[in-house]
């Protein structure tokens, strides 16, 4: 067994440490957020540190690393205000992560690693027209995390579209049918396979597989 | 394929909606969050609202909803300043779900779900004995989230325990080893299948596998 105490962890090598702290607890979702600049200029990027902040009203948070660096999607959406969330299947795992790789702002990832753009309902931000989940959001906050300078931008949902293959009868994405993709850590993807569905826990009785 | 306008979701009957926004992104982490109250009584509850907030110091958070009903798990927070995150394996699918039962305050989920509590450094926040991962945090501070009431809790990482089988040479954490689990929107269970682990993206080439 491995233990860390803080002052372990604090002196563990840079890259090191960033592993095993940013891989500690798991799966995240993988997806792909598309934002335009106010020229019209589409940009990619993957993220994985996503929230379901609320459902009603449906809102998203997406933490954003400090802004000391360029950070074109944060730029992005402090400029249009609007962005779209995009979760791809397994088969795209390559193209996805080559978004992460730092082109200029005149490259437009969508070209670079060979996905295309597509539009909905006149907003400029580009969705991933491979993915079978989309979803438009407005920024409706910016809440900065003071101890660290990390951005946690809430968005509200506008706008929805999923492959009928992926919807439940009451709801709820099955993320199975196409393996939608989720990350641990910063590099390693994976797609999910089911262990049970479980009805709402009662105190009294064991949870029932639905 | 199925599209929603946000007027739509927001006409959406409510356990439609709440299934439908809660796993719109798919896998997040399914842990367990073990705290104590100022008494020693302890309380065990499943979490998948977890952000990895920075390495360096380590930082993690957690999205919790609305304060208005019970939340022994913040409360307990908020009295001891102190939580554990654990991550157990798909086998423990059943015991995870059945602690978000509502169990009354005087009940301990360990004992009602049939888990061990452990104990590190004197901290009151019992870990989860069965758990390959297994994290000390202290509170750091709360984040309300104005537009709906949620609040985030930053948590510094002061300990960390990994099964060694569970780490790689990099510090990155093997979740496949013990198919740590993960969840989609409330109920919905999974293990990760690896899909392809890269290394750092470069523009002028393909990323390549590791």
Redesign the interface.
């Known amino acids: 067994?491995?233990?860390?105490?803080?002052e372990q962890?604090?002196h563990?090598?840079?890259?090191?440490?960033?592993?095993?702290?940013?891989?500690?607890?798991?799966?995240?979702?993988a997806?792909l957020i598309g934002t335009a600049d106010a020229k019209g200029n589409t940009n990619l990027a993957v993220f994985s540190?996503?929230?379901?902040?609320?459902?009603?009203?449906?809102?998203?948070?997406i933490?954003f690393r400090p802004d000391s660096v360029d950070r074109h999607t944060l730029t992005n959406i402090r400029e249009t205000s609007v962005f779209s969330?995009n979760?791809l299947s397994?088969q795209y795992?390559?193209k996805v992560?080559?978004?992460?790789?730092?082109?200029?702002v005149d490259?437009s990832e969508f070209e670079?690693v060979g996905l295309e753009p597509e539009f909905t309902k006149s907003c400029v931000a580009p969705m991933v027209k491979q993915a079978h989940?989309k979803?438009v959001c407005e920024m409706?906050?910016e809440?900065k995390?003071?101890?660290?300078g990390?951005i946690?931008v809430?968005g509200?949902?506008?706008?929805?579209?999923?492959?009928?293959n992926c919807?439940?009868n009451?709801?709820?994405?099955d993320?199975?049918a196409r393996?939608?993709?989720?990350v641990?850590?910063l590099?390693?993807?994976?797609?999910?396979?089911?262990?049970?569905?479980?009805?709402?826990?009662?105190?009294d009785r064991?949870?029932e597989k639905?």
Chains 1, 2 share one sequence.
């Open positions: 067994m491995a233990t860390y105490s803080k962890i604090l563990l090598e840079d890259r090191y440490r960033r592993n095993l702290i940013n891989s500690l607890m798991g799966a995240r979702p997806v540190q996503l929230l379901h902040i609320g459902a009603n009203p449906p809102l998203c948070g933490l969330i979760v397994a795992a390559e992560h080559q978004t992460s790789a730092r082109y200029g490259v670079a989940i979803a409706h906050e809440i995390i003071a101890i660290n990390t946690l809430i509200a949902i506008k706008w929805i579209e999923i492959e009928d919807l439940r009451d709801g709820s994405i993320h199975y393996k939608s993709l989720a641990c850590g590099d390693d993807y994976g797609s999910l396979q089911q262990v049970a569905r479980f009805g709402y826990a009662k105190p064991k949870p639905t």
